[in-house]
């Protein structure tokens, strides 16, 4: 199918995309990976007067890791994250475990981090990842840059934070401690389709062995990908047992609010959201030696 | 609007609605009607093509525009000559195809798959032909095809 | 390679594919490859509405889109007499574009024509059509009521289609009443859809001479120049059909769609060639589905597990038209081998069809003519008896199979199997499987509330449409053909009325010829697929080239080598009655060392022929005497995870009996491919419509097919049971690993959940239906 026509305009700097997208509004889109946007406009669901390709703004392509956080532009891709020089690192094992079932081994050759987390399909990856291990999103508008914590960032299906005339242009993951580790627990149906259920889980351990820090997040479980904070206050200061496990596997459930759809019904889709996040601590803890 | 892509080595010029899909450009304003478009959803993989030595995208999920200035390896592009490439040898003793119209994107992901990786593991070809779908071999000819060419069979 | 020997010995080899060079290197020449100068671009316009009276259709917008030539209605096309177009059916007529009101959602509606593709999309959507909501009728349990007629334009005011049975309906009903044990089950096959990664398309142009040339996804050319010279009264001659490169068929590409008809149109009215291409969306939404057969079966049986009857009552699902693409005397297809591999003593088939307001069709995906249904229904039915009785499954079948002695088998159900050795095929099965093993560790799990399941499906099924006496389309019996013409250098060709999607034609026949005249197959050329050329068939679908084809081919080639042997006997200075074939070479009847090769005769034939005709070339249209009837023994091995309703498939063992083998590569390849379709349709596939006719499913997103990490590993295996009548004594193949694996694969599911209670699930086999059959069972409710 073949999308509506657009003026398209390619950006070589921030500082020209802001500009772009300032003049446009909200008949402006971005274009980065493009792997949710052109489909849409494939289908004419998105018809973008004005597409601002920021695929060549080289200030945005980039992996780093800055004293163990590690920051994503937004044109890095989510093969640049599979294939990243830290990703081995157990204490980005959530990150790890995402990369590798995001869309198929294709689309993650152009779908972005940072598009992704803008784009906030309730069912995408990214988000419940970002929430779990407590992201910052870098967000530019005429103002300068401001930095928001993905909590605030993501709003509701397919909104953000990001207003008219900003863009996204990176996303910080916070510098893990030593003793973390984290999963990433996806079901569904086949490569390419949206989780049925997913499960984020990152853990921190002090050196007692109790949990330091927890993030616990659920994906396709409601109109956005949502933490279970009182799993997560469940495990904190704990040591992490079978008991416990099934307890924040509980509350998990219980904060699942899922869509029925062809994937499966609310409660199968709850009940699998307890089911992962308890397989994710489980995986977790394994990787941590306990 | 005017763009310049190099496919398979050679540069082709061309005014361009920027509306227009890389696998349609490579189709009919190329003429290389060996990449396929098989779905609207970016769900199949017929239209993969090599972006800039080793990327593989999916042809129909991005614009020729974006495509200004790069450089594209259709299946054509692939053998050398009258040569073929490994790959394109191994499909065709191992009977990794039978209507060929999946086939030249899953001769480019294989490819760039074994650029990444020269001796995957069957697990690891499944892997990484998912975004590849193939409705008449049933992808086991399809993996012996990748081992032979990575030398592992 | 050409080599001076011959090769000998074509049939059984594992060959390589004559065709793949062009396909490995981007090079085949499918229909959206084709560009003719002038071309214009064709969009359809599609209904939102499932059921609607059309209240006005207003183009002018669409009109003033730059680039947009033309834009046509079912209004038009009506006035010119081409609004219907008849069903290969041929008991029922569809709208080409609709009239007065539409029928389905995405039905077909208007016909925009630009100068590009963008420009046609842009045209469609700028059409504004005005609908008025009708009642919609979602299912065909509401159609029976005939609160809501759909087809006013029919004769017969009501919703059902017709009525079709076979078998003895009062001996049945008597032989069920009195059966010791009885089992009935409602069994559905869901509504799926081929879906080949090829859309369908064509190109139409009239050229100088003011011939249609019609480039088209054709699985049965010759079929399509006939129509189209009734649909649009072009003399026959005049219609050039060609079906070039397909990119798979799976019975998608065997209706002549809307979209075909309307292009022709478009190129007459422009002067223009026109060019239409589906996509994705209106491949599922509109273009023939398969199955939605819900199938009440009643088996009857004594304790000792032998069956006594069976009866099936099925309510068909059409859609809105009644585009089943069956042969005419056939409305249920080959439903009636629905006693499968098992010899029934009394049975009873019916089918009660219905229009609803869903796409037309039926016919599709490897079904051989409803033979899917049909195994699918005995297969499951047979594990259902199996647990009722206490009898082991794979035993069960066993007791019941028809025996090797009883050959040609008459069914009750008027069909008369040609060969099987099902008890040698089973036990294969069992074999390699390691059944007694499986059923140990099975029992081990069970104890620890593991889950896991073996499952069975030994089908037989019916292919190779068909003896003139009963099978036609449109009128045209089901023959096929084979035209050969070998040259002075030995080189040959052969064109056959069949056309290949996908399925090594281009190197299987030229096996069967180099068997049949010792040639060599790399210089025998096959053609296929352009009417002017071709001889007249019927195509290909329903796994009829080999056992009709086939035959064709063998059969002309054997009158090449008759008018050979005159021609070798003038070249070996004796009489013809002298001149034997032994060892693919002509020799002197007691002389071994006097030999010639046919090599040495094709140059004879146009240099040293004497008084025999010139030429060497001969064609062949087969009538076959019968169906062929390929069988096989599949197990799948599954095991759940009680947590997700995961099902893993551990194993699958496909044991084929196809008779001869042309060659395995090609059957292997097709098997795999038809077990990843079960497997698909079993786990995965439905095309489903909500209570208000909404289309659920109508892109790759949601009408799922399965990557090459969900895939199972596949091992096969044959036994070879030759088909009597069959000139090579093959059976054909392609669509059993579909027709014979989605029962294996339940049967697995129910097997492994049989310990909760139970006892049927339909398909699509999701997770959630697993979990909630787990779930109700640990909450001490029973799943029917």
Redesign the interface.
């Known amino acids: ?2 999308p ?2 657009f003026e398209y305009l390619r950006a070589s700097s921030v500082d020209e995309a802001v500009a772009h997208l300032q003049q446009h509004g909200g008949d402006a889109r971005v274009l980065a990976g493009g792997q949710s946007l052109i489909p849409a406009m494939r289908f ?1 669901l998105a018809r973008p007067g004005v597409l601002v390709d920021i695929n060549n703004v080289r200030e945005l392509n980039y992996l780093r890791t800055n004293n163990g956080a590690v920051e994503i532009g937004a044109t890095a891709r989510d093969a640049d994250v599979e294939r990243a020089p830290w990703i081995a690192d157990r204490r980005w094992t959530l990150l790890r475990d995402a990369s590798r079932v995001v869309a ?1 081994p294709v689309v993650r050759q152009m779908g972005t981090v940072v598009g992704s987390l803008c784009h906030n399909d309730p069912a995408g990856d990214w988000p419940a990842v970002a929430l779990a291990s407590r992201a910052d999103v870098v967000v530019r508008g005429r103002d300068g840059a401001r930095t928001i914590p993905i909590d605030g960032f993501l709003v509701d299906s397919y909104t953000t934070a990001v207003g008219d005339g900003e863009m996204a242009i990176a996303v910080r993951f916070k510098s893990p401690d030593t003793r973390t580790a984290g999963s990433y627990q996806k ?1 569904e ?6 989780a ?1 259920a997913a499960a984020a889980v990152q853990i921190s351990l002090k050196a007692d062995g109790t949990v330091h820090e927890a993030g616990i997040a659920l994906s396709a479980a409601g109109s956005c990908a949502v933490r279970v904070e009182a799993a997560e206050r469940l495990l904190v200061g704990r040591e992490v047992t079978p008991e416990l496990i099934r307890a924040a596997a509980d509350a998990a459930s219980e904060k699942s609010a899922p869509q029925a759809d ?4 609310v ?2 889709k709850k ?2 959201a307890g ?1 992962l996040v308890a397989r994710g601590l489980r995986q977790a803890m394994a990787r941590l030696g306990g | 609007m005017k763009v310049k892509v190099t496919v398979n080595g050679v540069a082709y010029e061309r005014d361009v ?1 920027p ?2 899909l890389l696998a ?1 450009f490579l ?2 304003d190329c003429g ?10 970016s ?2 993989g ?1 239209c993969v093509v090599v972006l800039d030595g080793d990327r593989p995208v999916k042809s129909c999920t991005m614009f020729a525009v974006q495509a200004d200035g790069h450089e594209i390896r ?3 592009g ?2 050398e000559g009258a040569a ?1 490439h490994p790959l ?1 040898q191994a ?3 191992q ?1 990794g ?8 994107g899953m ?1 480019l992901t294989a490819y760039t798959l074994l650029k990444h990786n020269p001796r995957p593991t069957e697990a690891e ?3 990484g ?15 012996k095809s990748v081992q032979q060419a990575a030398g592992a069979v | 390679m050409s080599s001076e020997a011959n090769t000998g010995g074509c049939l059984g080899k594992p060959m ?2 004559k ?10 020449r ?1 229909v ?2 084709i ?1 003719l100068p002038g071309m214009l671009h064709m969009a359809i316009v599609r209904s939102p509405y499932p059921h609607a009276e059309i209240t006005s259709i207003d183009v002018s917008e669409a009109m003033k889109v730059p680039g947009v030539k033309a834009v046509i209605t079912g209004k038009d096309l009506d006035a010119a007499g081409l609004g219907w177009l008849p069903t290969f059916h041929g008991l029922d007529k569809q709208m080409v574009l609709a009239i007065g009101k539409v029928l389905f959602q995405y039905q077909e509606v208007a016909a925009v024509f630009a100068e590009t ?2 420009a046609a ?2 045209g469609a ?1 700028a059409v504004q059509v005005e609908y008025a909501p009708l009642p919609v009728v979602a299912d065909p349990f509401t159609a029976r009521k005939d609160e809501v007629l759909l087809r006013p334009d029919r004769e017969q005011k009501t919703n059902h289609i017709y009525h079709w049975e076979v078998g003895d309906k009062d001996g049945t009903a008597r032989a069920l009443e009195s059966s010791p044990k009885r089992i009935s089950q409602r069994i559905w096959f869901q509504r799926c859809h081929p ?5 369908c398309g064509c190109v139409a142009q009239f050229d100088t001479m003011g011939r249609l040339q019609f480039y088209v996804t054709s699985q049965a050319p010759h079929v399509y120049r006939t129509a189209l010279a009734i649909v649009t009264g072009i003399p026959e001659d005049k219609i050039h059909v060609v079906s070039p ?4 068929g ?1 019975g998608n590409k065997v209706p002549v769609y809307p979209g075909y008809v309307c292009a022709i149109v478009g190129a007459l009215k422009l002067g223009r060639p026109v060019k239409w291409i589906e ?3 209106e491949n599922l939404t509109s273009t023939g589905f398969a199955r939605d057969y819900h199938m009440d079966v009643e088996i009857g049986a004594g304790a000792d597990g032998r069956i006594t009857a069976m009866h099936v009552a099925t309510t068909a699902d059409h859609g809105a038209f009644d585009a089943a693409a069956d042969p005419t005397k056939y409305p249920a297809g080959m439903f009636g081998i629905v006693t499968g591999s098992y010899d029934v003593p009394a049975a009873h088939a019916e089918v009660d069809a219905y229009f609803t307001n869903k796409a037309p069709g039926g016919i599709a995906y490897r079904c051989s003519f409803r033979v899917t249904e049909a195994s699918y229904a005995i297969e499951r039915a047979m594990d259902i008896l199996a647990d009722e009785l206490g009898i082991d499954a794979a035993e069960l079948r066993r007791r019941n199979f028809v025996r090797k002695d009883q050959y040609p088998y008459q069914s009750r159900l008027g069909f008369t199997y040609d060969s099987g050795d099902y008890d040698r095929t089973l036990q294969l099965a069992l074999d390699r499987i390691g059944y007694t093993q499986l059923l140990k560790e099975q029992a081990e799990k069970r104890v620890r509330g593991e889950l896991m399941g073996i499952g069975f499906s030994t089908f037989t099924e019916v292919v190779g449409a068909g003896p003139s006496k009963h099978f036609d389309i449109l009128g045209i019996k089901m023959f096929d053909s084979a035209e050969i013409r070998i040259h002075p250098t030995g080189a040959g060709i052969v064109r056959a009325g069949t056309k290949s ?4 034609h281009e190197t299987t026949w030229a096996q069967i010829v180099a068997e049949e005249l010792g040639l060599d197959p790399q210089n025998i050329m096959v053609e296929e697929g352009d009417t002017d050329t071709a001889p007249y068939g019927l195509g290909t679908y329903a796994s009829r080239s080999t056992p009709v084809a086939g035959g064709a081919i063998a059969l002309a080639a054997r009158r090449v080598r008759e008018k050979a042997r005159k021609v070798a006997a003038h070249l070996l200075e004796v009489g013809e009655s002298d001149v034997e074939w032994k060892d693919y070479k002509f020799q002197v009847k007691g002389v071994p060392a006097k030999t010639v090769t046919m090599k040495e005769v094709a140059f004879a034939a146009y240099t040293n022929m004497a008084q025999n005709e010139p030429g060497l070339e001969a064609s062949y249209y087969y009538d076959p005497p019968n169906m062929t009837f390929p069988s096989g023994a599949y197990v799948a091995v599954v095991d759940i995870d009680r ?4 099902v893993k498939v551990r194993k699958f063992l496909a044991v084929d009996d196809c008779g001869t083998i042309i060659n395995p ?2 059957v ?3 098997i ?6 079960g497997f698909a349709i079993a786990f ?1 596939q439905e095309i ?1 419509y909500d209570g208000e006719g909404n289309n ?2 109508t ?4 009408y ?8 199972p ?2 091992e096969t295996a044959k036994t070879v049971t030759p088909s009597p009548h069959h000139p090579i004594g093959a059976k054909g193949v392609g669509e059993s690993p579909n027709v014979g694996s989605p029962a294996a694969f339940v049967n697995a599911v129910v097997d492994a959940l049989s310990p909760l209670g139970v006892r049927h699930l339909d398909m699509p086999i ?3 239906k697993v ?2 059959a787990i779930r109700a069972a640990e909450i001490g409710t029973v799943v029917a």
């Open positions: 199918m073949i509506a026509a004419r198929d079901i149906r086949k490569v390419g389709d949206f049925t062809l994937r499966g019904s409660d199968y009940h699998l089911v | 609605e509306r227009t349609f189709r009919e290389l009607t060996g990449t396929h478009v098989g779905c609207d959803t769900s199949c017929c259709t299946v054509e692939l053998a073929l394109q499909f065709w003793d009977h195809l039978q209507c060929g119209f999946c086939t030249p001769l070809i499944r892997e032909l998912a975004g590849n779908l193939c409705r008449c071999t049933g992808y086991q000819n399809i993996v | 390589k594919r065709e793949d060079p062009r396909f490995i290197q981007g090079k085949g499918y959206d490859d560009t593709r963008a999309a842009d959507e879906a080949p990664l090829e859309t490169d397909i990119g798979g799976f996509t994705r969306t999607q996908g399925q090594g947590e997700t309703g995961e590569l090609v292997e390849g097709q795999h491919g038809g077990l990843t379709e995965m489903q659920l499913n892109n790759f997103t949601d799922l097919l399965p990557t090459s990490l969900e895939t590993q596949w999701t997770r959630d979990w909630r």
